[in-house]
């Protein structure tokens, strides 16, 4: 969509670097409302994704009472080398360090694998359907 300065929105989300390089962070439509904050699901994915033991994440929006929406999360973990898992409560703390509170995910399920619908693109609405 054209405005009338001829700028183009494509819904996308980045962020430019010190160096004026642009940084694809996810898409606008891609967020949910908790408690009348807009949460960008990339950014605790983007936390999720730097622990070690996950091999895959996304978050989805599901259905509250009171705050509109809440998070889910759904990780795809691999095991330590002793058969140990990687527990919801790790994950969490994790994102509580570098989230603000409105954007932790209210809780972590863990999958044996994200439903994808193409190469590398998760089916979130089967997600949204478990949450």
Do not use: Q
């Not at 700028?7 to 004026?20: H, N, Q």
């Not at 603000?100 to 995910?105: E, I, S």
């Amino acid at each position: 969509m054209l405005d009338e300065d001829g700028w183009w929105y494509s819904g996308d989300l980045g962020t430019l670097d010190e160096d004026g390089y642009l940084r694809i962070a996810g898409r606008a439509k891609d967020m949910y409302m908790s408690g009348g904050y807009n949460v960008y699901r990339a950014e605790a994915e983007a936390v999720l994704e730097r622990h070690p033991a996950v091999v895959a994440c996304t978050v989805v929006g599901y259905g509250d009472s009171v705050l509109s929406e809440k998070g889910r999360a759904f990780a795809a973990a691999a095991r330590g080398p002793d058969g140990d898992r990687l527990s919801a409560d790790e994950l969490r703390d994790l994102c509580r360090r570098d989230l603000a509170d409105y954007k932790l995910p209210d809780d972590v399920r863990f999958v044996d694998e994200l439903p994808l619908i193409g190469p590398g693109k998760v089916d979130r609405a089967v997600l949204r359907g478990a949450a």
